[in-house]
């Protein structure tokens, strides 16, 4: 596995004393917005990311709105991974366990507007384990979404060439997740991404694999690949 350049190490911050929250719901987050062409998931990034920018994003007539809907898919890829590195990872199809999901999103950034959605997810979400909705957007189930459907969406229409992309920002926040079990203070510089991924794709793992899922492959990537 190649060893990475610019993982920076993250100065321990705790996130402030979290007040409840009485009656606050949010509802589960309808992804009915479909994540366009200009999504722009390539430069998107939880560690700089925060939870005011989450929040006011929320509205349906905000400028921040697809942002926003990056950020919850960047969360849910990122606890997929951090629950996976301790063994914990469970789906659910419930829609009560999606509203948890975002309930949870609402309260913690509530919280600590000023927080990166990275820390308020390690800090607060990722403390204790959650059910996560087994659907991330659309049609995407990461448990069932296999390699052989990533790369040919990727040279597929531009439609499906975007959902494969949201798909590779969510692989590499599962990645910064599973590393942050073992690794808290880390965080995975952007200008890695591509040379993950492409480990990811090539030829010797989802390339040979095409039935395979590709969160499967992203895991054991998260498993081996080294710090510099």
Same mark, same amino acid.
Not at 69 to 98: M, T, V
Not at 109 to 126: E, R
């Given at each position: ?6 993982? +920076? ?32 998931? +390539? ?82 979400? *990722? ?8 659907? *991330?957007?659309?049609?995407? *189930? ?15 229409? +531009? *439609? ?10 969510? +692989? ?57």
């Amino acid at each position: 596995m190649p060893r990475l350049r610019g993982w +920076a190490s993250r100065s321990q911050r705790e996130v402030m004393m979290l007040r409840k929250l009485a009656g606050l719901t949010l509802g589960v987050f309808a992804l009915i917005l479909v994540f366009g062409t200009d999504a722009r998931s +390539a430069d998107f990034s939880g560690t700089s990311f925060t939870c005011l920018q989450y929040t006011n994003g929320l509205g349906d007539q905000s400028t921040g709105r697809m942002q926003s809907n990056l950020a919850r898919l960047w969360i849910h890829g990122y606890l997929a991974g951090y629950y996976k590195g301790q063994g914990k990872l469970e789906w659910s199809a419930d829609p009560a366990d999606a509203k948890v999901f975002d309930d949870l999103i609402a309260l913690y950034c509530s919280s600590s507007p000023q927080s990166t959605i990275l820390n308020m997810a390690l800090l607060g979400i *990722a403390k204790a384990p959650h059910k996560l909705p087994e659907v *991330a957007f659309g049609d995407y *189930a990461p448990s069932t979404y296999t390699c052989g459907q990533h790369l040919d969406a990727k040279n597929g229409t +531009a *439609a499906a060439a975007n959902k494969a992309d949201l798909a590779e920002m969510w +692989a590499f926040a599962f990645i910064q997740g599973f590393k942050n079990v073992s690794q808290p203070d880390t965080q995975i510089g952007l200008e890695n991404k591509s040379t993950v991924i492409n480990v990811i794709l090539g030829n010797k793992v989802c390339g040979a694999n095409r039935d395979k899922p590709m969160m499967d492959y992203a895991a054991m990537v998260a498993e081996k690949v080294k710090m510099k």
